[in-house]
């Protein structure tokens, strides 16, 4: 199956996510592609900027040929997707048990106020969306965040404010 993108409205996959989303579905029996969606939703939403939305949900459909519905199914149930545009950097905040026994609704505040923004607000320069997340596996290292595919752990508001200098010096790696 070759990934071609015909409606302007959708992003343009690299080369590159067009060759891994090809070795993704190679994975999966002949008719199974379905079983490659959670692989190509994430590598679908970095080439479009960090989110998805409906244009983008419907390509992955063509691509899997499977329906739209079974896609937005998918993309809605975890929270990991983002189906707004978001910022540079998401700080997804573990706000669990586990995490909130060790100041996680404190750490949450705490970026709250020194972003001035409210739980899945943007920065007005774009730059930091604020989330929460149900659980990030990781309970022994709470207070902890996700910013892109890594974990901030022990968390406190001199280590927030140290995450933050260095996403503004543009030193966090998120992929």
């Given at each position: ?24 579905i ?19 939403e ?51 048990g ?17 972003l ?45 404010d ?9 030193e966090?790696?998120?992929?």
């Amino acid at each position: 199956m070759k990934v071609e993108i015909v409606n302007k409205e959708r992003p343009v996959l690299s080369e590159k996510a067009k060759a891994e989303i090809q070795t993704v579905i190679g994975y999966y029996p002949e008719g199974k592609s379905k079983s490659a969606i959670l692989r190509v939703l994430h590598i679908v939403e970095e080439e479009a900027g960090g989110w998805l939305s409906p244009d983008t949900m419907d390509m992955v459909a063509e691509i899997l040929n499977i329906t739209a519905i079974e896609v937005y199914e998918v993309a809605t149930f975890y929270t990991m997707f983002n189906l707004h545009p978001v910022g540079k950097y998401v700080f997804e905040v573990c706000h669990t048990g586990p995490c909130m026994l060790v100041g996680s609704d404190n750490i949450i505040k705490y970026i709250e106020d020194k972003l001035n923004i409210k739980v899945g607000g943007t920065t007005s320069d774009g730059m930091f969306t604020l989330k929460t997340a149900e659980c990030l596996g990781a309970c022994g290292y709470g207070p902890m965040l996700q910013c892109g595919k890594f974990y901030h752990e022990h968390l406190t508001p001199e280590k927030v404010d140290e995450l933050i200098e260095a996403c503004r010096r543009d030193e966090v790696k998120i992929y």
